[in-house]
C-alpha cells in the first residue's frame, strides 16, 4: 500500500506539485486493515516524515516490522535521482514489511535482496519490482493494492483505489 501521507509544511516539495489528494494520519489509521488477514504480509510505503508514525501504525493493526525494502532511484543515465527533502537530497524510498500472525502459506522466504536499483517513474509510482518481490515471496497469493493508481495495475492483483 502507497498512503497518500499528509505533508507536514506549507512547503514541502519546495514547489514540486502533488498530483494527488492527501490523507490526514487520522483517516489512514482508520482504515481498517486488521481486519484484511490474520496471517499474512502487509508492505506499506513510507515517507521520512511518517517513518515512525507507520511503525506505529503497523502494530496498531497487529502487524510485527520484519523487513523493509529501499527503492534507490536511478535516472536513464544510471545516476541518483536525486528530490526534495527536509535536511537531505532524496535518491530512495523505504517500504515497510510486516507480518500478521503467521507466514502466509507457501511463503518462500530469502528469495530476494532488500534493495531495488531502478529508474524512477512517474510521480508516485512504484517500481514493478515491488510487485515481483511480493509475488515471489508468496507463489500465487491473494494480492491486494489500496490507494492503487492507474499506472500500476497488476494482473491477478485486486487494486482499490479513488484515482482508478
Known sequence: TDPPWQLATSNPT???A??????????IEEIPFPSLQENGLLFVWV???KYKFALELMEKWGY?????????????NRRL??????YLQHAKETCLVGRKGSDPPGMVGNIASDIIYSERRGQSQK??????????LVPNGS???I???RNNLRDGWVSIGNEL
Open 81 to 86: 535521482a536525486k528530490s526534495h527533502g527536509f
Open 147 to 149: 490507494f492503487a493508481r
Open 64 to 76: 510485527t516490522l520484519v523487513d523493509e525494502i529501499a527503492w534507490v532511484k536511478r535516472t536513464v
Open 14 to 16: 519546495r514547489g514540486v
Open 18 to 27: 502533488i498530483g494527488y489528494q492527501q490523507l490526514s494520519d487520522t483517516l
Open 143 to 145: 494480492y491486494l493494492e
Open 127 to 136: 517500481p514493478v519490482e515491488i510487485y515481483e518481490i511480493i509475488e515471489q
Open 47 to 49: 515517507i521520512n516524515a
